[in-house]
């Protein structure tokens, strides 16, 4: 549905994108995750056809942004809203600016939303949370195959969010969803893909139920009595580190090398007292920070180079 291939865009000498590529797919709800200045928001207005790219090429639908637009439906951050506006009369008027006359489809956006009730209001008069609902009905009126969604829940209360979410969740049934955030959790809860980039560079496209994989996780023992030959454990091939604690251990592994089986052996063998054994994995948080962090570059740099598809092979 969408396809990116190599995007680049400059504001005068800066740049913003540095060679971005990445596609997604029908039924995908993809989580577009960057610290402030990423370059987020500049690749979803390139891709809606707020503006062109400087380089590279952007595919919606195998079509140029210009006639792909079409399929689109967009709900910028800003939220641009026409506050004297009622809010049916504005409903009905982005239906018409794309030339539709089609009372079920503003009926279906409405119930969506949960507009009923304040339709004949003022968009001047209503609370953030209604106004954020109203931009998101706009996007979604005339019933696209895309949508691009950038903070669609700033300014939502926790009932509103979980609303938002499940009308978000069910629309990725059928299309094409991308949402940029910056709160994790929401992602994490809606996705089914992540997308992070830093500086303008991509540095992590993966599934979302893949992506802890990506990373190294770690084990957790707790000895009845510490160990006096705890080093022993590194004979283990795959350990990363190991750090102690009172009573326990933290054992970091390599990717891809599942280790547990054979340290539960090993502490059998040796016949240490384990009284608690877990696995704990760096969640959505962690691995933001590691690769949007001051210390990203280098680590970024080596996932890049095998990033995720969404079929979960290597690039």
Request: aromatic residues 8%; proline residues 4%.
């Amino acid at each position: 549905m969408i396809k990116l291939e190599d995007v680049k865009k400059y504001y005068g000498d800066f740049k913003a994108l540095d060679g971005i590529s990445f596609e997604i797919a029908k039924g995908e709800i993809a989580a577009f995750l960057g610290p402030n200045g990423a370059g987020k928001t500049t690749t979803m207005r390139i891709i809606s056809n707020y503006f062109p790219a400087s380089s590279g090429s952007v595919s919606i639908k195998g079509l140029s942004p210009s006639e792909g637009r079409r399929f689109i439906g967009y709900m910028p951050e800003s939220n641009p809203l026409y506050p004297e506006m009622f809010v049916e009369d504005y409903l009905r008027y982005v239906l018409r600016l794309r030339g539709i006359k089609n009372a079920a489809l503003l009926k279906n956006a409405v119930e969506k939303c949960s507009l009923k009730d304040v339709m004949s209001k003022k968009i001047g008069e209503l609370s953030k949370g209604y106004r954020q609902r109203v931009g998101l009905a706009a996007s979604i009126v005339h019933d696209p195959e895309i949508l691009i969604l950038d903070e669609p829940t700033i300014g939502l209360d926790p009932n509103q969010i979980r609303g938002i979410r499940a009308l978000i969740k069910e629309l990725g049934r059928e299309k094409t969803v991308i949402i940029s955030t910056h709160i994790l959790s929401e992602a994490a809860a809606m996705a089914t893909r992540i997308i992070i980039i830093n500086e303008g560079s991509l540095v992590m496209d993966s599934p979302a139920d893949k992506l802890e994989s990506s990373f190294s996780s770690k084990i957790i023992l707790n000895f009845e009595k510490f160990p006096e030959d705890i080093d022993a454990l590194n004979k283990i091939s795959g350990i990363e580190n190991i750090s102690r604690g009172e009573k326990g251990i933290e054992i970091s592994y390599a990717l891809g090398n599942d280790i547990r089986g054979e340290v539960f052996a090993f502490c059998a063998a040796k016949k240490w007292k384990v009284v608690e054994m877990f696995t704990k994995k760096e969640g959505l948080e962690e691995i933001f920070k590691k690769l949007t962090g001051e210390n990203a570059s280098g680590l970024a740099k080596g996932l890049s180079a095998k990033a995720k598809l969404p079929g979960g092979e290597e690039r």
